[in-house]
């Protein structure tokens, strides 16, 4: 099969164009481009990547993809997949970026901004209540999301700190209550979904 | 020198947002606030056409960012440097697949992050609606939570819906 730097990259590039709206469509397109159209890896292999992909910081369609590429073909792989994901989102906004500011003072644009705006802010709810329940199983995750909420919200802690904060809380509550890690999912399970 | 600051901003951004999707915005949002590069406003408009574009929102908005605060170099900069640890993060781990899965520090890392990526979220969305959402705003959000509770949609079905209804309340003048 074909592993040029080329064909990895127009591959990941025909996912990165179909990707529409928050990352959650991208399993079933890497499904049938990777899986089955190219059959550079099996369903399981990409369901170990989709997890590992959410363990990983950063965007996650990103990372699947430079973990498929990186087994494709190395580094050249992983680059020319990062390359094929992140090109159609870039010049999009590139595109749609500089036409902007001259229409987007017309009365009626700014009118469908203002309720978009709102649709925005549902997005970000159903996002929230989404990782909400995934992530919040027992006493302890619910009083990092609060503590996280509180800095963030009243203090205006930097992010970046607050996530520094959760990892250490992890790793000093896994050494004080051992048993915790029966609740502690492994990483594969997100395979599931 | 702006293109270094801009560098170690989205390359933090890379390096401590987890959640996926809309991960990244707790961090843009701080930078609109502290480093003033962008307004709020700008922001919600910018996550609006990235959430209708293709590509990973979190691309979409880091390169929006990235052009609002320096033109078409900001934006591969934004780009570049927003992608850069998960690069060579996944190329460790690709490196060393079964000690990371199976580390218990890992795990237990993982496990404190999601609720505290979750909590960052809600945060940004609540600062958003009380800064944004007047009476009108507040009567069409109702609606898209009575909606989005009877089922599932696509995101663009929101998006869509939230558009006609501002589109509508221009023309009767009454979105402020």
């Not at chain 1, 992909?53 to 073909?73: D, E, H, M, T």
């Not at chain 1, 009626?108 to 996002?127: D, E, H, K």
Request: aromatic letters at 14%; a neutral charge.
């Amino acid at each position: 099969m074909d592993k040029s730097f080329y064909t990895i990259f127009k591959t990941f590039f025909k996912v990165g164009t179909m990707l529409l709206g928050g990352g959650y469509v991208i399993l079933p397109l890497l499904q049938s481009e990777l899986v089955e159209k190219k059959g550079w890896i099996d369903s399981d292999g990409l369901c170990e990547y989709y997890a590992l992909g959410q363990s990983v910081p950063g965007i996650i369609a990103a990372n699947i993809s430079i973990f498929v590429g990186y087994k494709l073909r190395g580094q050249i792989g992983a680059l020319s997949a990062v390359l094929g994901i992140v090109t159609p989102a870039f010049l999009a906004i590139i595109l749609i970026a500089s036409m902007l500011e001259e229409i987007v003072n017309l009365s009626f644009i700014q009118s469908i901004f203002w309720g978009v705006g709102i649709g925005v802010i549902m997005l970000l709810f159903l996002a929230t209540k989404e990782m909400w329940g995934k992530s919040i199983v027992d006493k302890f995750t619910c009083f990092v999301f609060f503590a996280s909420f509180i800095l963030s919200a009243c203090f205006h802690v930097s992010p970046a700190i607050i996530i520094i904060l959760a990892i250490i809380s992890g790793i000093v509550y896994r050494k004080i209550e051992p048993k915790i890690e029966e609740v502690q999912p492994n990483i594969l399970e997100e395979c599931e979904k | 020198m702006i293109y270094i600051n801009l560098f170690l901003q989205f390359f933090h951004i890379g390096l401590f947002s987890f959640g996926g999707g809309y991960a990244t915005l707790p961090f843009l949002y701080h930078i609109a606030e502290v480093q003033k590069w962008y307004t709020v406003k700008q922001l919600t408009d910018m996550i609006a056409i990235s959430s209708i574009t293709p590509g990973p929102v979190g691309v979409n908005v880091a390169t929006f960012a990235g052009f609002a605060t320096s033109g078409i170099f900001g934006a591969i900069i934004a780009t570049t440097s927003v992608i850069l640890p998960s690069y060579i993060l996944v190329i460790i781990i690709s490196k060393a697949l079964e000690q990371f899965e199976s580390n218990k520090n890992v795990r237990a890392a993982i496990y404190a992050l999601k609720p505290a990526g979750c909590g960052l979220l809600a945060a940004v969305g609540i600062d958003m609606f009380v800064n944004n959402v007047n009476l009108l705003g507040m009567f069409l959000f109702a609606i898209l939570f009575v909606v989005s509770m009877k089922q599932k949609r696509d995101p663009l079905f929101y998006l869509g819906i939230s558009a006609v209804t501002g589109l509508l309340a221009g023309f009767l003048h009454i979105t402020n």
